[in-house]
T-cell receptor
């Protein structure tokens, strides 16, 4: 059974810092891994999708990597801004139509 | 671009009442799903559908029913609401899991059961 873990649960950083969010999964047989952002009281917004044949994806200041052999994905945020403050979630798609989510990392970027 | 639309956004029910949460998508997605999000427990899959007429159970299906009569709509029915069903419910859709697989979410429906 796939399990997804995100550590730390919360993180505070000063503005401008580069940071890495971690996502671990137990079953390496995944099709895709997706990163989301959730603002308080809102739905989830897709940030990046990494397919199993890919090792990373980039969008603006965001870069997500996938290492299936070690069961890890990381989301790198460059030059963080207060507007990046949100909860970041990852989800693994093992091809069983059941996306499994981590519990998220709550990020606060201090001005 | 409407994307995934959920109604209502907020609902208060009394124990034992029934209701339907509506979900519609205009992206011609085959896959649709319902999650509930509770503090400290993340998102848990309730039911999902891979096409019209096809539904299956997720991790926490008890107390909920679904049907998929059209590609666009995937309503979630609470048969007899219980306080344990107080949660935020999200509908999500995807073109084709296992291929492109990108999951799109609605804004959520916040349900309180008294």
């Amino acid at each position: 059974k796939q399990e997804v873990t995100q550590i730390p649960a919360a993180l505070s950083v000063p503005e401008g810092e580069n940071l890495v969010l971690n996502c671990s999964f137990t079953d390496s047989a995944i099709y895709n891994l997706q990163w989301f952002r959730q603002d308080p009281g809102k739905g989830l917004t897709s940030l990046l999708l990494i397919q199993s044949s890919q090792r990373e994806q980039t969008s603006g200041r965001l870069n997500a990597s996938l290492d299936k052999s070690s069961g890890r994905s990381t989301l790198y945020i460059a030059a963080s801004q207060p507007g990046d403050s949100a909860t970041y979630l990852c989800a693994a798609d093992s091809g069983t139509y059941k996306y499994i989510f981590g519990t998220g990392t709550r990020l606060k970027v201090l001005a | 671009n409407a994307g995934v639309t959920q109604t209502p956004k907020f609902q208060v029910l009394k124990t034992g009442q029934s209701m339907t949460l509506q979900c519609a998508q205009d992206m011609n997605h085959e896959y649709m799903s319902w999650y509930r999000q509770d503090p400290g427990m993340g998102l848990r899959l309730i039911h999902y559908s891979v096409g019209a007429g096809i539904t299956d159970q997720g991790e926490v299906p008890n107390g909920y029913n679904v049907s998929r009569s059209t590609t666009e709509d995937f309503p979630l029915r609470l048969l007899s609401a219980a306080p344990s069903q107080t949660s935020v419910y999200f509908c999500a859709s995807s073109f084709k899991p296992g291929l492109t697989g990108e999951l799109f979410f609605g804004e959520g429906s916040r349900l309180t059961v008294l």
